[in-house]
């Protein structure tokens, strides 16, 4: 009865549920749409060695220019993308994209390497690996400019991903655990995984200043991390504070909106060169 004063054919749309259902499938069927007229694009935020404060490598983070939402965050569309078959396009175009920068920044005589987030998924579908090598290949990168970073899950505890990350490992591109501490299992990971470096995870870093139980998790991490030789970045470091703790307890690089927000490639090469000046001649 209340359905119908809403008029007739729109009786499916009452329960929430299907409402967000509905929603899903319109925003799978854009993104679609982006993928193929180029609405998909990458920013790039900085991470900086604590040691002498150079930006040793980049973050490539995916942004949607939707064309009547504007700029839309991943948290919007990559649970969509995943539910609808859509990551594996939206990560290959993630992947393109970064490697082509990461060349164009070497040119430049900046050697970052650059950080790709990759989701299970991603890592397990066929042809994940050769299209790695694929773009390393076209744009004449080493494989250890390339870093990609997993969130440890259940997802990682497939045959599939672990076979994936071993080939990039032994290709030599670099694998590091994303949000290190909020997983399930992050221990376990460290020691099933190939991993090289280790993402300490924001709520840690942020909690540091006012917890002792969050500093000590960082300084176990740390300590952890350099025991089995693995690199540390200290995400989210909004402060100086921050920042000096990272490098205290002796985290290799930090990122966090202290030194830079995620910005397009254009705004990364001038943040790069008003860092670190090209030598002339
Ligand atoms: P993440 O990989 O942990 O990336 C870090 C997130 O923290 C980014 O959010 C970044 O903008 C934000 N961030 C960096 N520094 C600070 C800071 O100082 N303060 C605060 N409050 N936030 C900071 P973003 O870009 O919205 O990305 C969210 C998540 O989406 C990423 O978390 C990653 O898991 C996922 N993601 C982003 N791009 C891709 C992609 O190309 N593929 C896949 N599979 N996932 C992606
Ligand atoms: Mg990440
Ligand atoms: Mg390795
Ligand atoms: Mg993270």
């Given at each position: 009865?209340a359905?119908?004063?809403h008029?007739?054919g729109?009786v499916h749309?009452?329960?929430p549920?299907l409402?967000?259902a509905?929603?899903?499938?319109t925003l799978a069927?854009?993104?679609?749409v982006a993928l193929a007229?180029?609405?998909?694009?990458?920013?790039?935020?900085?991470?900086?060695a604590t040691a002498?404060g150079?930006?040793?490598?980049?973050e490539?983070?995916?942004r949607?220019?939707?064309?009547e939402r504007?700029?839309?965050s991943p948290a919007?569309f990559l649970g969509?993308?995943?539910a609808?078959?859509?990551?594996?396009?939206v990560?290959?175009?993630?992947?393109?994209r970064?490697?082509?920068?990461?060349?164009s920044?070497y040119d430049?005589g900046?050697p970052?390497?650059?950080?790709?987030n990759?989701?299970?998924a991603?890592?397990?579908?066929?042809?994940?690996?050769?299209?790695v090598?694929?773009?390393?290949?076209?744009?004449?990168?080493?494989?250890?400019?390339?870093?990609?970073?997993?969130?440890?899950?259940?997802?990682?505890?497939t045959p599939?991903v672990?076979?994936?990350?071993?080939?990039?490992d032994a290709l030599?591109v670099r694998?590091?655990i994303d949000d290190f501490?909020?997983?399930y299992?992050?221990?376990t990971?460290?020691?099933?995984?190939?991993?090289?470096?280790v993402?300490?995870d924001k709520?840690?870093?942020?909690g540091?200043?006012?917890?002792?139980a969050?500093?000590?998790?960082?300084?176990a991490?740390v300590?952890?991390?350099h025991r089995l030789?693995l690199?540390t970045?200290?995400?989210g470091v909004?402060?100086?504070?921050?920042?000096h703790f990272?490098?205290?307890?002796?985290?290799?690089?930090?990122q966090?909106?202290?030194?830079?927000?995620?910005?397009?490639?254009?705004?990364?090469?001038a943040?790069?060169?008003?860092?670190s000046?090209?030598?002339?001649?």
């Open positions: 009865y359905a119908k004063r008029g007739k729109r749309r009452f329960t549920d409402l967000a509905d929603d899903d499938a069927a854009e993104l679609r007229e180029g609405q998909l694009e990458v920013l790039y935020q900085p991470i900086v002498d150079r930006c040793t490598a980049v490539a983070l995916v949607w220019r939707h064309p504007g700029l839309l919007t969509v993308a995943e609808r078959g859509l990551i594996v396009p990560g290959a175009h993630v992947l393109a970064a490697c082509t920068d990461v060349a920044w430049a900046h970052v390497a650059v950080h790709v990759a989701s299970a991603q890592l397990s579908a066929p042809g994940a690996v050769a299209d090598i694929r773009n390393l290949v076209e744009h004449g990168l080493a494989a250890d400019r390339l870093v990609i970073e997993v969130t440890e899950s259940s997802a990682l505890d599939a672990r076979a994936a990350l071993q080939e990039l030599g694998i590091a501490g909020t997983g299992a992050a221990l990971a460290l020691r099933e995984l190939p991993v090289d470096v993402k300490i709520s840690f870093v942020t540091a200043a006012t917890s002792v969050d500093e000590a998790v960082v300084y991490i300590e952890m991390a030789g690199e970045v200290a995400e909004e402060t100086p504070e921050q920042e990272a490098g205290a307890v002796g985290a290799t690089s930090v966090g909106y202290l030194h830079g927000r995620p910005m397009t490639a254009a705004d990364l090469t943040w790069l060169a008003a860092r000046p090209v030598p002339v001649g």
